[in-house]
């Protein structure tokens, strides 16, 4: 049996999420991300502000990943007894 026949047979009262909370949560993306929040036009489709959603989840990942190697490299190249590496310290606490 295939999963959309299955979801159609719920009985009314399972947790299934409608087509109004589905856009609901796709307009709440849609300004959420910068790449589309910044456009002019309001019409986007669910699929292109899910695309986007991915690719600005990809893009912090990488900044992420970037900022945690520049740390790496300043707590390595730092004394770490100096005012430098406390604070960086104190900043991670």
């Known amino acids: 049996m295939s999963s959309r026949r299955s979801r159609s047979r719920q ?7 409608t087509e109004d909370q589905i856009a609901d949560l796709v307009s709440k993306l849609q300004r959420l991300i910068p790449e589309i929040r910044n456009r002019h036009s309001d019409r986007v489709s669910a ?6 959603t991915c690719n ?3 893009s912090l ?14 707590l390595a190249s730092s004394d770490t007894d100096s005012d430098q590496a406390a604070i960086i310290r104190s900043l991670l606490m």
Do not use: A, C, N
């Not at 699929?47 to 986007?52: A, D, G, N, P, Y």
């Not at 990943?65 to 300043?74: H, P």
């Open 56 to 58: 600005y989840i990809r």
């Open 61 to 74: 990942h990488r900044e992420v990943d970037d900022l945690s190697e520049r740390l790496t490299e300043l």
């Open 47 to 52: 699929s292109k502000v899910l695309q986007e």
């Open 11 to 17: 009985s009314p009262g399972s947790s299934r999420i």
